[in-house]
């Protein structure tokens, strides 16, 4: 049952291909952006785990508020974005 269910597969995604995804999203042209700010918060916390310092705190807290608040305007803009371009 297997080895029928392989073939017809193959066979479906040779003949038809893949779906691609036709929906738009916001974060599509900001993965980029995003990455490098939880790449940027996750660094510091590499470089000093267990670090008792104030100033590094409190660059982790101020990291850690970027990484949540930018993508969130980036989502408004992009949904008042489309909500111009609909009207």
């Given at each position: 049952m297997d080895k029928i269910r392989g073939v017809l597969l193959n066979e479906?995604?040779?003949?038809?291909?893949v779906r691609r995804r036709v929906n738009r999203d916001w974060f599509d042209?900001?993965?980029?952006?995003?990455?490098?700010?939880?790449?940027?918060?996750?660094q510091v916390f590499v470089n000093s785990p267990y670090n008792d310092?104030?100033?590094?705190r409190a660059q982790v807290v101020e990291l850690?508020?970027?990484?949540?608040?930018?993508?969130?305007?980036?989502?408004?803009?992009?949904w008042i974005n489309i909500a111009r371009s609909v009207c």
């Open positions: 479906a995604r040779t003949l038809l291909g042209g900001h993965n980029h952006v995003i990455k490098k700010l939880i790449d940027e918060r996750n310092d104030p100033a590094v850690g508020g970027r990484v949540q608040i930018n993508p969130r305007d980036m989502e408004n803009t992009w």
